[in-house]
């Protein structure tokens, strides 16, 4: 399997290196990391929705102030 290259122009890798001199780390290692957290979020982002059960619980009227708190006469 071969690896991907990218290509950057050299203002983008001075502002990388910028960063990865920030970030206590080399540009290869913040880019790879980057785009590893990409990929997860792109898997995580996809997944569907648990579906939420739904319940019948009958006609309860709506509820008034009263019925919650007893400040209300």
Do not use: C
Not at 18 to 30: C, F, N, R, S, V
Not at 41 to 70: C, F
């Amino acid at each position: 399997m071969k690896g991907v290259e990218v290509h950057f122009t050299p203002e983008q890798e001075a502002q990388l290196a910028q960063i990865a001199t920030k970030a206590g780390t080399d540009p290869e290692h913040l880019v790879k990391s980057a785009v590893l957290r990409l990929l997860d979020d792109e898997i995580h982002s996809h997944s569907p929705a648990p579906e939420l059960p739904v319940w019948h619980l009958g006609a309860i009227g709506s509820l008034h102030r009263r019925d919650i708190y007893n400040d209300v006469r």
